[in-house]
């Protein structure tokens, strides 16, 4: 009875482990936000471009590009014993950014869940380096853009997204080859926020397919072409 407690203690103890480890070190955006808070003079990674973070962060951010020759220097200077938070735009950089700093010898990594797309989502506080206010596509305007005879097929996306550049290809093809049944619109998501926000979009890529106004089929992810064409006939 005894080595049977004993086992159970250290299963409980080892699976508890492991779910608080994943809960203490990836956070929602509003988990991130308040772990923030909670934590003085906190150092906040934005791993995304210079261009992507000129036109908004997270308050108080560094900006060391995952991609970027000189990331292993910058984060050199960071103290490895204090908690660090890092995101990007959707969470894939971030993971793998993580990650690197994980098995260099930081103690604590919290990362965003979803990126600073969720945070937009989440309708959380972001500032920017730029001096020119990016308004982006009104909801007016995209509503303009359904206004056509043809089926429109409206991609949300964003350069540094690797299931949109995967997309990316076939979705030139089918602008090509369908183009006096399909207007194929492209719309990124770093240059316009407030209409991602009123979408209600935090997540990329999304396929919208419209008819005569009408919403009549989404996608959420990456999807294959034959998939996208079969809703285009």
Avoid at 155 to 182: G, H, N, R, S
């Amino acid at each position: 009875m005894v080595s049977i407690a004993i086992v159970a203690f250290l299963f409980y103890s080892c699976t508890d482990g492991q779910s608080n480890l994943t809960a203490k070190t990836e956070l929602s955006a509003l988990e991130f936000g308040n772990k923030i808070k909670e934590i003085p003079n906190a150092t906040v990674v934005d791993v995304r471009t210079p261009e992507e973070f000129s036109k908004d962060h997270i308050v108080n951010a560094k900006n060391y590009d995952w991609r970027g020759e000189v990331f292993e220097k910058q984060i050199e200077t960071i103290d490895k014993s204090k908690p660090v938070f890092v995101y990007c735009l959707s969470g894939s950089r971030s993971a793998a950014a993580a990650r690197q700093m994980r098995s260099e010898g930081f103690k604590t990594v919290y990362e965003l869940q979803g990126g600073i797309m969720k945070w937009r989502g989440a309708n959380l506080p972001e500032t920017t380096d730029s001096a020119i206010t990016q308004k982006g596509m009104s909801q007016k305007q995209f509503e303009a853009l359904l206004n056509s005879d043809k089926l429109v097929l409206i991609d949300f996306y964003a350069d540094w997204c690797e299931p949109c550049k995967k997309m990316k290809p076939y979705l030139e093809e089918i602008t090509k080859d369908m183009a006096t049944k399909v207007s194929v619109i492209r719309i990124n998501a770093d240059d316009n926020q407030n209409l991602y926000k009123t979408l209600k979009i935090d997540v990329l890529p999304v396929l919208k397919l419209y008819k005569s106004h009408a919403l009549i089929w989404s996608n959420i992810g990456f999807i294959e072409k034959k998939e996208v064409v079969k809703h285009l006939q």
